[in-house]
């Protein structure tokens, strides 16, 4: 094997994460900043959230969006003033 193709077999089994999300996910994220945007003071429970926004309030869904609001903690731009609540960092 050529060292100058090893490059090109690990790009081809680079795992999928890389590529951008699909819609529906960013079209998910955005409505979740939207919302705190609009509520800066407000805290919200992933479920609360779901309610507010419409959303499918079934457990998984619901479980999604608290990974989705961990993550945006993580980023700083939500803070946790308290188990399982959510309120834009200011």
């Known amino acids: 094997m050529a060292a100058g193709s090893r490059p090109e077999v690990i790009a081809e089994l680079a795992p999928a994460g ?3 999300e699909p819609p529906e996910t960013s079209t998910a994220y955005q409505a ?3 919302a ?5 003071e407000q805290e919200f429970r992933a479920r609360e959230l779901h309610e507010f926004l419409g959303m499918p309030t079934d457990e998984a869904s619901v479980n999604v969006t608290r990974a989705r609001l ?3 903690t993580r980023q700083g731009f939500l803070t946790q003033p308290g188990r399982g609540r959510y309120q834009k960092r200011t």
Not at 36 to 40: D, I
């Open 32 to 34: 979740i900043v939207n």
């Open 70 to 72: 961990g993550r945006l």
């Open 18 to 20: 890389d590529e951008p």
């Open 36 to 40: 705190f945007n609009q509520h800066p």
